[in-house]
């Protein structure tokens, strides 16, 4: 990994924010897609000079002030700015809570977790941990995912899957969004000295290449907790799955659940799950 993951992820926001964007004008004569360093230091009320060094990494140590500056003259989001605040600790060497050695990998769910998915039958739902093995998962997960292939090795990963496996281009029509949003998962979803996720970037990096390395080095992609994947399954045909993620962060693990987006999903979930049709209610994403 980069020792400038701070310098990284301000370039990153300053070179993918139009001017149009925060009400500049757009000359004809632009290098770059995104702001001039002198448009977000005006912006931020900071100096170029200043600017240049934090992108540089010669500077780790900007006050709350500055950072909320910058992150408003960028417009992140409330999951950007906890991620911007959490890197300039990192980078400063501060935060033990945040630096600290990475927790062992838990290898299974507790009972509890267990018991919640038992209570989610037949709706297909996975226990995950932060680097994407699979822990523990329903019927109806299996029954999803199984006919693509994703459970056939003996600890399946859900990153593993997706870039080296060729049926997940086929089983993921949109799986330039699903990639996106499992690497931010595991670029931001622990620590960035975390061995366990070094290792799988490691292992991706030589199987998967410019796929995997592009989306990994991107700091400026934020992982959804809720959003929609389309899928092709070999036997209940074309579905439409929203997912919704629970946070279990004692463990660094979450639960994903999918729920069928329209009643053409809804029904093919049934017969997956030999289930009168109807037996299942599409949920309708919010606008």
């Not at 360093?37 to 931020?44: G, K, M, N």
């Not at 329903?138 to 995912?145: K, Q, V």
């Amino acid at each position: 990994m980069s020792d400038n993951e701070l310098g990284t992820f301000l370039r990153t926001w300053r070179e993918s924010v139009t001017p149009a964007e925060v009400g500049l004008p757009t000359g004809p004569r632009r290098r770059t897609p995104g702001l001039r360093r002198a448009e977000l230091a005006t912006l931020a009320g900071v100096s170029v000079e200043y600017l240049t060094r934090l992108e540089q990494g010669r500077d780790r140590n900007p006050s709350a002030q500055v950072l909320g500056a910058l992150a408003d003259a960028l417009n992140l989001s409330l999951r950007e700015r906890m991620l911007l605040r959490r890197l300039t600790a990192e980078a400063d060497g501060g935060d033990p809570l945040l630096c600290a050695a990475a927790p062992p990998l838990g290898s299974g769910a507790r009972p509890t977790v267990r018991a919640v998915l038992d209570r989610l039958e037949p709706s297909p739902a996975v226990v995950l941990n932060r680097i994407g093995d699979v822990l523990a998962h329903t019927g109806g997960y299996a029954r999803l995912t199984g006919p693509i292939g994703l459970l056939d090795d003996e600890r399946p990963n859900l990153l593993r899957y997706l870039f080296t496996d060729r049926r997940a281009r086929v089983a993921y029509p949109d799986w330039d969004h699903v990639a996106d949003d499992l690497v931010a998962q595991l670029r931001h979803a622990a620590p960035l000295r975390d061995p366990y996720v070094n290792d799988l970037a490691d292992e991706l990096t030589v199987t998967a290449g410019a796929a995997f390395t592009d989306r990994f080095a991107d700091l400026g992609v934020a992982a959804r907790r809720v959003g929609t994947q389309h899928l092709e399954h070999p036997e209940a045909g074309p579905l439409r799955l929203l997912h919704e993620t629970l946070a279990l962060p004692e463990e660094g693990q979450r639960i994903v659940v999918h729920l069928p987006a329209d009643d053409a999903t809804a029904a093919g979930l049934d017969r997956l799950n030999g289930r009168r049709p109807g037996a299942l209610r599409a949920v309708r994403p919010a606008v």
